[in-house]
């Protein structure tokens, strides 16, 4: 044997091998303190005894590798030395091997050797595995794809002792076998894997393996930390599970099957007040043991070649259990000896080889060894065409085209079935499938199963259900539940739901019953259709379900079921179907987690995700982590989303995940934390359009302009193609920072892109027009509302309808809500604003009513809308309504607070306002403002300037409309000195140029006291030209103080200013009569009659009973006008009376 033994004595037992192992697949070469870690876990062992220990083992392997091992040392004494006592049969007459020779028993074949060996427990499960993939008979698969250490012989007997134990459950038994665990769950063996020949084992959705399989590809394509060494003395006949040697390569080149408990030995981390474990999970360890089990065939393999008696079989098994873990390395060894000693002329071992290299996808090597091969059947170019297809779709057609060239052999079905999936993938079933599918007929194999159910999944995928898929399934002789299943496919896949379920009433009344992909393929068609009928579908499949107790009992039936009643919106059963469930995988805890998000339940999400992680069974993976960073954000708690992130960074095959990563950066974005978007941006490794959509999204609605752009340009300078999504960034972008000349470019690149027509999702559109709408530009809008005649959607009408109340434009908004068909809160809560905004009070408060006639809630928004009627009636009864519902509601909204106090604030309530300012804990500059603006509505300067030292006090910085709020406050109460301390403010502690509107609140402050002069001279001085705001003050503080001579300036500058208004007229007219120059007057009214200007009468209202009674100036319309007219002219006659002191 090539490992000796470790000097001063120092003996390596099994314990301390399997410690050993462990140890070496937690710890990587980049681990700090590695050897002294691992020394660590390895009782008894010293630091220099690992490293000793390790440098001689990989001398072995590479000794191995390299073909220089003298074959007689593998059969020696010495090197078997106690192989058998420590884990050979367990019984007397097991096979040690300990004084074995190379002469005599080397004849024997190894898997005659293997008979008196005892089955382990991990080959107990996977035959477990096997059976629930093939299940019982085919014990030829299980052997090849699952317990590749035991013939198919070997595989039925073990089966058939296992279920003579299981239906003698209940009997008492003397002691326990390993034929009592019935299910991968029940110990080491977290979740189902599948064959490790790298085929899935249909448990999880598509995607979801998809996501597995290359966050695994990515781990395999990282260097390997490292040879780690073989155990010291195994045993030959006795299964190791030491860590893998050199020639074995990186235990992490398998892909990973859907939904795997990924978990690896870190840090504890904290879910709250939980302590987030991360239990050490079996999967790396069960491929790290596969592979071992490849290595100690591998050995054998060797001892195999040095005998006189060569058993080709056993020699092909070796090879074929290289290929099922993807250990290249060991098959070309493998492949140099056995080509040396000229073996390869064996058929089986030729085949056995070729197949090596397909399934590691070494595809030139597997074509040389083609072209070297003597006897090609439809075998071997059927294994070529296999790994073909894996690789490249058009190299496989090519090679197709090649075998239909020649005389022999012809291809088989198993061909056909090969090489139709490619067809689909290529896009060319409409061509290419159809010529094959002539050429089946012609070679009369329409009829066989396994090609009729090729053509059936063929046709489904393209496309083409009718009438192809139809006749390719009628033709097949015997349909088996595959060729029902592909039928079932097809009809969901292509949205044909009434025809999916005909089919599978049409399928019950078969002889062939559903399987778990039947039930799987059904229920989300059930889920799809309409609300009336899908619940009740779902509950019959479910009823069926449950009359047959191996589909009850199946995890993916389960989980099909449950996701049926989520997506149904029945959480009630989903979660007690969940609860009741036997056996959970992570697929279950997944499918619940992610069913209580989409359902809004988003508390329920995250407890759910808190239990996954208390139990330990499972460790959550890539889909996991995925589902629950939304639920996080959705919840406002940025500390589990962070502790997650954590546990991402921690484990190598999440944060190597892209789907990972872009949910990172969505959860930072949602909270406005650009930089750490950015952070784990840059950690996603191979970023897809997902990953740059969501960093540009993340930063769009920030003030980080030049951050935005950068990325923009790394974007387009990577060659990615944009996709509507993008532009939906970039259109927000140009909306709340370049304004709509940048948009119209944007909506110019899009038409040339063709990003405008797509029929089905017209949200870039719906995204254009309400850009355009936000900008302003209604004209742009409407043009955009207009070409999306087709695909108008509920956001298209809301978009357009907010288009129009920015504008102003009241007749055009109630046209369009006239159109409308369907309306949702939004509509009405927009209705609501626009009517708000054009002071059409009675008309709003309806709409509000009707909203709460049509059983719908109203929001905060609604709310937010309403409060300003409130304030134009100056109904307080109506603003406290609007309170109670707030609270009742729990609408919380801080906006929505400051919007509360500061109408009661304007409907004079100040001590309503100062309460809900007092109630409110997190006060920001918002609320600050709201009831400064109160007290300078009521003239209370000193308790508003108490105010905003209060908010200096939190560290609050004030802004432009805080100041200019301030300012009036100081206006309204004559504060003359403090209001001229905080315009110098501005600029002097706060470093920012004050607006035309803060200069026109120092003008106000002067001219109400009377310093016209000084207020004159600010004006003059301004750096900034004075605008008609500005000199209508000082022109009405000049009325007011009766100076006329600064007054006619001021008018002068006014009309320069703004000559269409009729205010300003009417202003001017006042002074020239309050001067007594009425010739002024007179030319000032023939002025206006002149340009057609009109003042608007007077309007008052009043509140009797609930019911809004308006009145104008001169109006002579109002049905009880006599009635109040006389009681208008008693209180005038009671006035006039003299009253006694």
């Known amino acids: 044997m090539i490992v000796e033994e470790v000097s001063d004595g120092s003996v390596w037992s099994r314990e301390d091998d399997i410690a050993f192992e462990r140890a070496l697949a937690s710890y990587t070469d980049e681990s700090e303190e590695k050897w002294e870690k691992i020394a660590a876990d390895v009782p008894g062992k010293s630091v220099e005894q690992i490293k000793e220990h390790y440098e001689v083992l990989v001398e072995d392997v590479g000794r191995i590798e390299s073909g220089c091992v003298p074959l007689p040392d593998y059969g020696s004494p010495e090197g078997s030395n106690g192989y058998g006592d420590d884990g050979g049969s367990g019984k007397k007459g097991?096979?040690?091997?300990?004084?074995?020779?190379?002469?005599?028993?080397?004849?024997?074949?190894?898997?005659?050797?293997?008979?008196?060996?005892?089955?382990?427990?991990?080959?107990?499960?996977?035959?477990?595995?096997?059976?629930?993939?093939?299940?019982?008979?085919?014990?030829?698969?299980?052997?090849?794809?699952?317990?590749?250490?035991?013939?198919?012989?070997?595989?039925?007997?073990?089966?058939?002792?296992?279920?003579?134990?299981?239906?003698s459950m209940n009997k008492d038994r003397r002691r326990s076998s390993i034929h009592d665990i019935t299910s991968v769950g029940d110990a080491d063996v977290s979740t189902p894997q599948g064959p490790i020949t790298g085929q899935n084992n249909n448990n999880g959705s598509t995607a979801v393996a998809g996501g597995a399989n290359k966050s695994a590809k990515q781990a395999a394509s990282q260097p390997p930390p490292g040879p780690p060494p073989m155990y010291g003395t195994p045993t030959i006949g006795q299964p190791v599970t030491g860590p893998l040697v050199s020639a074995v390569g990186t235990p992490v080149s398998l892909p990973a099957p859907p939904h795997l408990a990924f978990g690896v030995s870190g840090a504890p981390m904290n879910m709250g007040q939980m302590p987030y474990t991360t239990p050490r999970t079996p999967t790396a360890h069960r491929i790290f043991r596969g592979k071992m089990e490849v290595l100690r065939q591998f050995v054998q393999s060797f001892r195999l070649l040095s005998g006189s008696g060569v058993d080709h079989r056993v020699l092909s098994d070796v090879v074929k259990a290289c290929a099922s873990v993807s250990e290249l390395r060991s098959g070309r060894a493998l492949h140099g000896c056995v080509a040396k000693l000229g073996?390869?002329?064996?058929?089986?071992?030729?085949?056995?080889?070729?197949?090596?290299?397909?399934?590691?996808?070494?595809?030139?090597?597997?074509?040389?060894?083609?072209?070297?091969?003597?006897?090609?059947?439809?075998?071997?170019?059927?294994?070529?065409?296999?790994?073909?297809?894996?690789?490249?779709?058009?190299?496989?057609?090519?090679?197709?085209?090649?075998?239909?060239?020649?005389?022999?052999?012809?291809?088989?079905?198993?061909?056909?079935?090969?090489?139709?999936?490619?067809?689909?993938?290529?896009?060319?079933?409409?061509?290419?499938?159809?010529?094959?599918?002539?050429?089946?007929?012609?070679?009369?194999?329409?009829?066989?199963?396994?090609?009729?159910?090729a053509l059936v999944s063929m046709y489904a995928k393209s496309g083409f259900v009718l009438p192809d898929a139809y006749i390719a399934f009628d033709n097949i002789a015997d349909k088996d539940v595959v060729s029902w299943n592909a039928f079932i496919a097809g009809f969901s896949e292509n949205n044909m739901k009434a025809d999916a379920l005909r089919l599978f009433s049409t399928m019950l009344k078969e002889p062939v019953e559903p399987n778990y992909a039947t039930i799987a393929n059904i229920l989300p068609v059930c889920a799809s259709m309409d609300k009336s009928i899908a619940y009740g579908s779902g509950r019959q499949i479910h009823g069926y379900v449950v009359q047959r107790s191996w589909l009850q009992s199946h995890v993916n039936v389960c989980n099909s079921l449950v996701s049926f009643y989520l997506r149904v919106g029945r959480i009630g059963e989903a979660a007690s179907l969940f609860m009741t469930m036997g056996s959970k995988d992570l697929v279950s805890w997944n499918v619940v987690i992610a069913g209580y998000a989409s359902n809004c339940e988003w508390s329920k999400a995250l407890k759910l995700f808190q239990k996954l992680v208390h139990k330990g069974d499972v460790s959550p993976d890539s889909v996991t982590i995925v589902s629950i960073l939304p639920v996080c954000a959705q919840l406002n708690n940025s500390t589990v989303g962070k502790e997650i992130h954590g546990?991402?960074?921690?484990?190598?095959?999440?944060?190597?995940?892209?789907?990972?990563?872009?949910?990172?950066?969505?959860?930072?974005?949602?909270?406005?934390?650009?930089?750490?978007?950015?952070?784990?941006?840059?950690?996603?490794?191979?970023?897809?359009?997902?990953?740059?959509?969501?960093?540009?999204?993340?930063?769009?609605?920030?003030?980080?302009?030049?951050?935005?752009?950068?990325?923009?340009?790394?974007?387009?300078?990577?060659?990615?193609?944009?996709?509507?999504?993008?532009?939906?960034?970039?259109?927000?972008?140009?909306?709340?920072?370049?304004?709509?000349?940048?948009?119209?470019?944007?909506?110019?690149?899009?038409?040339?892109?063709?990003?405008?027509?797509?029929?089905?999702?017209?949200?870039?559109?719906?995204?254009?027009?309400?850009?355009?709408?936000?900008?302003?530009?209604?004209?742009?809008?409407?043009?955009?509302?207009?070409?999306?005649?087709?695909?108008?959607?509920?956001?298209?009408?809301?978009?357009?309808?907010?288009?129009?109340?920015?504008?102003?434009?009241?007749?055009?908004?109630?046209?369009?809500?006239?159109?409308?068909?369907?309306?949702?809160?939004?509509?009405?809560?927009?209705?609501?604003?626009?009517?708000?905004?054009?002071?059409c009070s009675s008309e709003a408060i309806d709409v509000f009513r009707e909203i709460q006639a049509r059983g719908m809630r109203p929001n905060t928004?609604?709310?937010?809308?309403?409060?300003?009627?409130?304030?134009?009636?100056?109904?307080?009864?109506?603003?406290?309504?609007?309170?109670?519902?707030?609270?009742?509601?729990?609408?919380?909204?801080?906006?929505?607070?400051?919007?509360?106090?500061?109408?009661?604030?304007?409907?004079?309530?100040?001590?309503?306002?100062?309460?809900?300012?007092?109630?409110?804990?997190?006060?920001?500059?918002?609320?600050?403002?709201?009831?400064?603006?109160?007290?300078?509505?009521?003239?209370?300067?000193?308790?508003?300037?108490?105010?905003?030292?209060?908010?200096?006090?939190?560290?609050?910085?004030?802004?432009?409309?805080?100041?200019?709020?301030?300012?009036?406050?100081?206006?309204?109460?004559?504060?003359?000195?403090?209001?001229?301390?905080?315009?110098?403010?501005?600029?002097?502690?706060?470093?920012?140029?004050?607006?035309?509107?803060?200069?026109?609140?120092?003008?106000?402050?002067?001219?109400?006291?009377?310093?016209?002069?000084?207020?004159?001279?600010?004006?003059?001085?301004?750096?900034?030209?004075?605008?008609?705001?500005?000199?209508?003050?000082?022109?009405?503080?000049?009325?007011?103080?009766?100076?006329?001579?600064?007054?006619?300036?001021?008018?002068?500058?006014?009309?320069?200013?703004?000559?269409?208004?009729?205010?300003?007229?009417?202003?001017?007219?006042?002074?020239?009569?309050?001067?007594?120059?009425?010739?002024?007057?007179?030319?000032?009214?023939?002025?206006?009659?002149?340009?057609?200007?009109?003042?608007?009468?007077?309007?008052?209202?009043?509140?009797?009973?609930?019911?809004?009674?308006?009145?104008?100036?001169?109006?002579?319309?109002?049905?009880?006008?006599?009635?109040?007219?006389?009681?208008?002219?008693?209180?005038?006659?009671?006035?006039?009376?003299?009253?006694?002191?």
């Not at 057609?397 to 689909?424: H, N, Q, W, Y």
């Open 94 to 167: 097991g096979n040690s091997h300990a004084g074995e020779s190379n002469q005599g028993s080397k004849a024997k074949s190894e898997q005659e050797r293997r008979k008196g060996i005892a089955w382990t427990e991990d080959e107990h499960r996977l035959f477990l595995l096997g059976l629930d993939k093939y299940g019982k008979g085919d014990w030829r698969s299980i052997s090849r794809n699952f317990v590749v250490t035991r013939t198919p012989t070997q595989v039925a007997s073990h089966a058939q002792k296992y279920f003579i134990r299981l239906n």
């Open 343 to 453: 073996h390869l002329g064996c058929n089986e071992v030729s085949k056995s080889v070729l197949n090596m290299y397909a399934k590691c996808r070494r595809m030139d090597d597997c074509k040389k060894m083609f072209r070297q091969m003597n006897s090609i059947d439809p075998v071997v170019w059927n294994i070529v065409l296999t790994g073909l297809s894996h690789s490249c779709a058009h190299e496989t057609m090519r090679f197709f085209k090649g075998m239909l060239f020649e005389d022999e052999p012809k291809p088989s079905s198993v061909t056909f079935a090969i090489v139709l999936p490619v067809c689909v993938r290529l896009g060319s079933a409409a061509h290419n499938g159809k010529v094959l599918h002539s050429y089946i007929t012609k070679m009369g194999l329409e009829k066989d199963t396994l090609v009729g159910n």
């Open 647 to 839: 546990y991402v960074l921690r484990h190598a095959y999440l944060l190597e995940d892209t789907s990972v990563g872009n949910a990172l950066v969505s959860f930072y974005a949602r909270f406005g934390d650009t930089s750490a978007a950015y952070s784990a941006f840059s950690l996603i490794s191979k970023k897809d359009i997902i990953s740059w959509n969501a960093i540009l999204d993340a930063y769009a609605d920030t003030p980080k302009h030049s951050r935005f752009m950068n990325l923009l340009r790394h974007f387009f300078d990577e060659g990615i193609i944009s996709d509507s999504v993008t532009i939906l960034s970039i259109v927000k972008f140009c909306t709340n920072i370049l304004g709509v000349g940048k948009v119209k470019e944007v909506h110019g690149y899009s038409v040339k892109a063709g990003l405008l027509h797509n029929e089905e999702e017209p949200m870039l559109g719906n995204a254009l027009l309400d850009a355009y709408a936000k900008c302003g530009n209604v004209d742009y809008a409407q043009r955009i509302f207009q070409g999306l005649s087709k695909r108008r959607t509920l956001v298209t009408y809301n978009s357009m309808l907010s288009g129009y109340a920015n504008s102003g434009s009241q007749d055009d908004a109630q046209l369009l809500f006239r159109e409308m068909s369907t309306t949702d809160l939004t509509t009405w809560s927009l209705m609501v604003r626009i009517y708000a905004e054009s002071c």
């Open 861 to 1141: 928004v609604t709310i937010m809308n309403l409060l300003p009627v409130c304030a134009q009636i100056a109904s307080l009864h109506l603003v406290r309504q609007c309170h109670g519902y707030i609270i009742r509601g729990g609408l919380g909204d801080i906006r929505l607070k400051g919007t509360l106090l500061d109408v009661y604030a304007k409907c004079g309530s100040l001590k309503n306002a100062y309460s809900v300012f007092q109630l409110e804990a997190h006060k920001d500059l918002v609320m600050f403002t709201s009831m400064i603006a109160g007290y300078a509505v009521h003239g209370m300067g000193e308790e508003a300037l108490m105010i905003y030292s209060r908010m200096l006090d939190l560290g609050i910085k004030p802004d432009h409309v805080f100041i200019t709020t301030l300012l009036t406050a100081c206006c309204h109460a004559g504060l003359i000195q403090d209001g001229l301390h905080i315009f110098d403010s501005i600029r002097t502690v706060y470093g920012i140029n004050p607006t035309m509107e803060q200069y026109a609140s120092v003008v106000d402050l002067l001219a109400r006291r009377g310093r016209l002069d000084d207020a004159y001279a600010f004006v003059t001085e301004m750096p900034v030209e004075p605008n008609e705001n500005i000199w209508g003050t000082l022109l009405r503080a000049c009325i007011t103080y009766n100076r006329m001579d600064l007054g006619r300036l001021a008018a002068n500058h006014l009309l320069e200013a703004e000559s269409e208004d009729i205010g300003n007229y009417v202003l001017i007219s006042n002074m020239y009569a309050a001067d007594g120059k009425w010739e002024g007057v007179k030319e000032l009214r023939k002025l206006m009659k002149k340009k057609e200007m009109k003042k608007p009468a007077g309007c008052s209202w009043l509140d009797v009973d609930g019911k809004m009674n308006v009145f104008m100036s001169g109006d002579s319309s109002h049905p009880r006008r006599n009635s109040m007219f006389d009681v208008l002219n008693a209180l005038f006659v009671q006035m006039k009376e003299p009253v006694a002191f």
